[in-house]
């Protein structure tokens, strides 16, 4: 029997849940006050709501954008990723300010790597220019376009550490080298958050793939990672750190395990590491699906576990999320996770929206829809002459044998190759809202070079690959459109036709390498040189080379180090583009043809042969090391090639040339807490003016663990006029002479060091000191 008091007793309740209704929302009172602004939306919102706030979604395949706008308006999602446009923000934004019982914004995120609508050279080829003002006008300039379509977060800048370019995902990187990868990360962060993320032209950063990604055994994307904390803090981490110093609001957490646990249910890395030893106070975000993947990884034994583990580990927000909303209720009104380790997530994400200025002002990159593009993909929004000058900048000249390049105007010049004319692949993987059809190809960009003066034949030559199973994978890799499209002419055919183009020609031009996809996400390689079907239409032309007299020049498009044996002993000239971008033909023809001199320097070491990976220059030191010149039996050596790397870390040549003196050195010792001057005089001795970079390596002779051959401490780059000179200083302190011991202690030992410094990692001047 039912009381008599219950109608009354359900009407107040009913009364008091629509007061809340109204009440529940951001105070204005409180808004210039982050902490208690964060704490009174917090202390305000029900369970479900809560949970609403760490799902990230894609709008499309995961969920189609009406029921997307009705799950935002319910409470139940507090950001997307892959919207881009405006006018599909919008109502999302609206339903979540305006229908929500919360009125908390949504955060819009999108994978914002080497631009956004302008395609700048991949993350290899903006470590290549080691100038950080020019990475950092890159991000800048992406930061701008990618705000103007609505979009707050980025998911970048990626600063795994990469020795093993058998990983697809070395093209997303900066290289090898913790010093220099730490630099980019610094500019990376500063270009997208432009002194603060609140910015209505700025975006939030989001580091990735935290951790250690770019170590995964046999550059097998995904696989695992088993490494000694030493060498963790020592060459993989400092980027993340440098990052996270930087101010980057954000961390995307990686897919790998990390010595037996996945990074997403890694407690250490996400907790004692991220947020205690380091101090991180932002968001941390899955990567695509991970939550469910530990199940698979066999640490969680149903869903519920995994979102235990995860959202216990420091997973804030869940991205494509799938057991979050499911999970977390029952687990948290079970006790099995705290409400407190809920608070804590929930209080990041709000933290970060507020960090955004989201809660000032939900619509200040989406804007009004009066003011919304008339054509989103309208060209004239491109930032066309940055695009170029950032391309010149990250060109590598690897060979230039009897001054070939650069090449004259008015040359007739025979451009043969797959990579010739594919806008698609000239913009590189990861290039956002960037159209291959407003892409300029190398064909393009040397034709207007020509234009009026010379002349430029074309011919194919070749298929990228005629293997069709790497074909099938590349085009399944890519939903909208076959991306590799093969020429149905013969191999033979081709080949022909490229031989009787070249025949005509002063000057033959190849462009090779790889299709953009096969330096990707998934697209792991274990082999490293030229598909076939190129390296016999090189043979050709090589053949027409010598029979003829005409000079062979190599343009290579890829995404990581090839073995390029065959190609380094038979090219007169040989040009690094890596993925060069929207502007990436002109920016090559400038170079081609001496409009630019290239400055480039690899940032990442080139091995002979796939068998001699992991190549790379700051290795550890060995009790039987190979000495050149000298008897290699019983050191450590492959006996069946030479040893060393190809093309050795920080190598680039220039249209001129560079003497560097001896090191001078201000002192034969240093006191602790002191400093030691290095210096050194480079002089262009050449005959035109060029910029180059110098590089400072030391190496701890003598030390309490196993320490590098050498290390990248400093760099700059100059600028000289023919004949000038400048002298260069460094200054060598104990921060620079410190590493982390046995003990994870940063420590500066006593004893002696030698210092170099050169153009490369390998032709070096040396010096001498001792801290005491």
């Known amino acids: 029997m039912i009381p008599t008091s219950a109608p009354k007793t359900l009407a107040l309740a009913g009364l008091a849940l629509a007061c809340a209704a109204a009440w529940a929302q951001p105070k204005p009172a409180l808004l210039n006050d982050k902490k208690a602004f964060v704490a009174d939306l917090l202390g305000q919102m029900t369970l479900e709501e809560k949970v609403g706030q760490l799902r990230l979604i894609s709008i499309g395949p995961e969920m189609p954008a009406p029921q997307l706008e009705k799950e935002v308006a319910a409470g139940r999602v507090g950001g997307t990723f892959n919207s881009v446009n405006r006018k599909e923000q919008r109502p999302l934004q609206q339903a979540a300010v305006q229908q929500s019982r919360m009125k908390i914004p949504m955060l819009f995120a999108y994978d914002v790597l080497h631009g956004h609508r302008t395609s700048f050279p991949i993350g290899l080829g903006l470590a290549s220019s080691w100038d950080m003002d020019a990475v950092r006008k890159t991000a800048r300039h992406a930061a701008m376009e990618a705000s103007a379509d609505g979009i707050d977060v980025t998911f970048a800048p990626t600063v795994d550490i990469s020795r093993d370019p058998r990983w697809g995902r070395t093209s997303e990187g900066f290289g090898e080298d913790p010093h220099l990868v730490s630099q980019v990360a610094r500019a990376m962060v500063q270009g997208f958050q432009n002194g603060s993320p609140a910015k209505p032209d700025s975006i939030m950063a989001s580091v990735k793939h935290f951790a250690l990604y770019g170590a995964v055994e046999g550059g097998r994307d995904y696989n695992i990672v088993d490494m000694s904390p030493m060498r963790m803090y020592n060459d993989y981490l400092p980027p993340y750190k440098a990052a996270i110093d930087a101010g980057s609001g954000g961390v995307m957490i990686a897919l790998n395990t990390v010595n037996g646990q996945p990074a997403t249910s890694n407690t250490w890395l996400l907790q004692d590491l991220l947020r205690k030893e380091w101090g991180f106070k932002g968001v941390t975000f899955s990567d695509h699906g991970a939550i469910t993947e530990l199940l698979r990884h066999g640490v969680a034994k149903d869903d519920a576990q995994a979102a235990e583990l995860a959202i216990k580990a420091g997973v804030d927000m869940s991205m494509a999320d799938q057991v979050y909303l499911k999970e977390l209720p029952g687990l948290v009104k079970s006790g099995r996770v705290k409400m407190a380790v809920l608070d804590n997530a929930v209080r990041e994400v709000l933290g970060a929206k507020y960090d955004m200025g989201l809660f000032h002002d939900p619509f200040r990159r989406i804007g009004k829809a009066e003011d919304d593009p008339a054509d989103p993909k309208a060209a004239s929004r491109l930032h066309r002459e940055p695009a170029r000058d950032v391309a010149r900048r990250s060109l590598v000249l690897l060979e230039n044998r009897n001054r070939t390049l650069p090449l004259s105007k008015s040359a007739r010049v025979a451009l043969i190759g797959p990579l010739a004319d594919t806008p698609i692949d000239i913009i590189g993987v990861w290039s956002a809202q960037a159209l291959p059809a407003q892409a300029v190809t190398l064909r393009t960009g040397m034709a207007k070079a020509l234009e009026g003066k010379g002349q430029l034949l074309y011919a194919r030559g070749a298929n990228v690959t005629e293997d069709k199973a790497v074909v099938e994978y590349l085009n399944f890799l890519n939903w909208d459109a076959p991306e590799v499209v093969q020429d149905k002419r013969t191999p033979q055919q081709m080949i022909d036709e490229a031989v009787a183009t070249a025949k005509q020609a002063d000057v033959i031009v190849a462009a090779v390498g790889e299709a953009r996809g096969m330096s990707h996400e998934s697209s792991s390689r274990t082999r490293l040189d030229l598909p076939e079907s190129q390296q016999e239409l090189l043979k050709a032309l090589k053949t027409v080379s010598v029979a003829t007299g005409k000079p062979l020049v190599l343009v290579l498009m890829n995404g990581r180090p090839l073995a390029l044996n065959w190609e380094k002993a038979n090219a007169d000239a040989m040009l690094e583009t890596w993925f060069a971008g929207t502007e990436g033909g002109p920016a090559i023809a400038d170079v081609l043809f001496g409009d630019y001199n290239p400055s480039g320097k690899l940032p990442i070491s080139f091995p002979r042969s796939v068998g001699q990976v992991p190549t790379y220059y ?155």
């Open 618 to 772: 700051n290795h550890p030191r060995l009790g039987r090391p190979f000495t050149p010149g000298k008897p290699g039996n019983y050191t450590s050596q492959y006996f069946d090639e030479p040893q060393g790397a190809l093309y050795p870390f920080g190598h680039g040549l220039s249209y001129t040339q560079f003497e560097v003196s001896d090191v001078q050195l201000s002192g034969a010792t240093m006191a602790r807490g002191g400093q030691v001057q290095a210096s050194v005089t480079v002089r262009n001795s050449g005959d035109r003016a060029g910029e180059t970079v110098l590089q400072l390596y030391i190496q701890d002779v003598a030390a309490s663990v196993v320490r590098p051959v050498k290390e990248l401490k400093d760099f700059r780059k100059l600028m000289l006029q023919p004949g000038e000179q400048q002298v260069v200083r460094f200054t060598i302190d104990e921060a620079k002479l410190s590493f982390y011991n046995a003990q994870l202690k940063r420590v500066a030992e006593p004893g002696a060091f030698k210092v170099q410094i050169g153009l490369d990692s390998q032709a070096v001047k040396e010096g001498s000191f001792e801290l005491r």
